[in-house]
């Protein structure tokens, strides 16, 4: 997938990859693309309801090995 922007919040545990997303996020424009890249396992779920609280789209989560990537799409 195609993205904007690259953000790595490997070895962060929660809040600071939500934190530093929505950090981010703000600094793009919309329809922009934001890839992250995290290794909390609370992170699949902390980034659903990110995603449902500001109404950036989660557009697509992955694994490998301990790697979470996110692909969320600003508002």
Known sequence: MEFTKD???RGLNCPLPILKTKKALAEM???QVLRVQ??????VR???AFAKQ???DL???SQD???LTFYMKRK
């Open 7 to 9: 953000l790595d919040a």
């Open 29 to 31: 424009t919309t329809g």
């Open 38 to 43: 995290a290794t909390d396992p609370g992170s």
């Open 46 to 48: 902390d980034f659903q």
């Open 54 to 56: 500001t109404g950036n």
């Open 59 to 61: 557009l697509e989560q």
């Open 65 to 67: 090995g301990d790697v």
